[in-house]
């Protein structure tokens, strides 16, 4: 697939892959063999029937293949983008033991984006029923997206809550438009409201109102879908100085809040000149590349395992390698060093080694006793993690809740200890990828589906 | 004034008291819930606004120390202020604010009848309000709207408050006749002595403290105020309670930009705030942290001035 040549790109936000030709696109498409079991099929969490919509596309009937995979996901121009597929439906292609699998996720961004640009939708957006039953939605990211849409599609009346003043979750906050621009991300989600669904931003569900408010106003159903948004810090010294953020908060401040474009926009944040980033899963690869383009001199990536271990997508640590991002592996930093007044100077670091698998099966690591080291650094961005926002399960009673904060749910349906209230996606899992919260969310409006129907049943 | 709220959706009971049980949700999820309508506005000072805005279902739900986030236009910054006031029965909430920086100075300049883009709250843990005995209410500058609240709330649970309140001259002092109102007994400081007594707050805390047994002290206002009282009541074993307003940008724990180290602990303003133990807050790093985007501010404000 066609990129921004890496120089160039590494200094601007448009995005880096550019995408198929329809000629590319039909080539690829060629490639597949149409297996009769679809071993593809049993890779993607939205089980997409991804033999058919290729054949459709090998055969040039963009709009049917865009239908075939629209019917399964609400979201597949950002999917085609931000999935791992390599380790999903690419994973099981039989040509990978070819000459590579199929570029199932590429085809499937292909074909979204043409029906963006070349289906006119009518317009109508579908009224549900005035005696249907109501159906809260708390969260718009990717798992809260795909239920509400599910059951709008079933012709329940949905409403979606959504803390921030945009719709989209991690996808607006987190994920840079370099990746996700937000033309697509914006077409995605109005694709979602023509299909009946009601949005309120600025609510924050556990503050504005409650679950058990929702519950008693009419509502018949609830899905939290509310993802891992609380940061994880490392509980190092110097963590408070100036220049060391969350990724969460440097990501925000860029993505959501456009500070690249201050002072036309009014949210500020301090350029980073020389930026370790630490952490190497794709959230830190992402700070890094932001990091990059928003001028840094040198970006780093600080990580305590080693190449092997790290848990971003290998597409995600090629481009950052290419466009310039360093990699210092099997290092981690032990304290951050401020000048008198407060801002960040230098980190201090040691050496690891890999010991003994541990539970994740991944090696231990472990710190080589002397090896301390400085790096210079104005800027220090935490990507080791989030966990679920704690305002739901503190105001929640009765909701059950695992050790680490995430929501008890039952695996298939998303049910809670509520009844009625199911819950999907990070909120659930601890954070995961856009396609596994989608495919909760998913199951989700299944579940409460046939909740509601035995609800009416029993009414 | 007819609230235009949707019979059976008006709040019941007073914010102040959390009395009363809150709206039922049905006639309030609307658009019109949505359009943050300033209703009233109000010159306290040269510098400082209050504003009543249309905002129902915050309204319905806000308590004495909580905050709102505020974007007044679509370029603007998400910025936290007090809720000062909660009318639950109009729907409405009431911030009073300075006029400092870029976005404060965007938010004054709008007019009754126009609308915030984006209001969302309440948010923050809510005053621990309980009956301590006698309370000092100590408010500095705009921090006086801050307090006024959360001492009418400390009255209403039965304290003796004896509010103090300061302004670098008279011109500047806010809320007086409210903070009176809210006290059983209200001491007046100004810097240069134009009103009440000449001096700091800090010392009319003093003399209180001299004459009669505190129980608990509550400071709000600029910072060295904060922690210069904190200081005094260290000294002088008041468990004292201070109100933070860090650099934040989404409210609900998100970011964690808002972090203070209290207790040796990092914090959450936005959720685990914004009040906490003053004797326990590491003042030093608050301080440094407030002046991270310092000189972007004063870009901010050279950009908006040249435009206009």
Redesign the interface.
Known sequence: MPEQDPQTRARNFEEVALGYTEEMAVEEAARCLACKNKPCVRGCPVNIDIPAFIQLVAERRFREAAEVVAQANALAAVCGRVCPQEEQCEKYCVMARVNGPVAIGRLERFVADWARENVAHNGDRPQPAPDAQRVAVVGSGPAGLTCAGDLAARGYRV?VFE???ELGGVLR?GIPEFRLPRSILDAQIESIRRMGVEF?????VG???TIQ??L???FDAVFIGTGA???V?L?IPG????GV??A??FL??VNL??AKD?????????RPRRCAVIGAGNTAMDAARTALRLGAEEVTIVYRRSREEMPARAEEVHHAEEEGVKFQLLTNPVEFLGDE???LKKMRCIRMELGEPDESGRRRPHPVPGSEFEMEVDTAIIAVGQTP???IRQTTEGLAVEKWGGIVVDEQTGATSIPGVFAGGDVATGAATVITAMGAGRRSAIAIDEYLKSKRGAG | MDSGLPEGSRGSGDWISGNGH?C???GL?SPSS?RFEILEKERLSESVVRMVIRAP??A??ARPGQFLLI?PQE????IPLTISHADRARGTITIIFQEVG??TR?LGALEEGQQV???????GTPSDIRRFGTVACVGGGVGIAVMLPVARALKHAGNRVVGIIGARTKDLLILEREMREASDELIVMTDDGSYGSRGLVTEALAGLAERERVDHCYAIGPLPMMHAVCRLTREKGIPTTVSLDPVM?????????C???VGGE?KFTC?DGPEFDGHLV?W??L???K???RE??R??L???SGKA
């Open positions: 409403c803390a921030l003043h906050y309120y931003t600025n609510t924050v503050r504005t109102f408010q929702l008693e106003s009419g948004g609380a940061p810090f509980n963590e408070e100085l100036n953020y969350a969460n908060e925000t401040r809040m456009k201050f002072p036309l926009e009014g949210t500020p944040l301090k007044n407060g801002w926002n704690p305002l | 809150v039922r949700l049905e999820l949505y279902l915050v319905a739900s974007r370029r603007s910054e998400r870029a976005t965007e883009k984006d209001l969302v709250g309440p948010l940008v989404d409210g609900t724990g998100m970011c964690g930009g972090r203070v180290t990092a959720v590491d030093d790093t301080r440094a942290r002046t991270i985007y972007e501010e870009a901010a050279e950009a908006r």
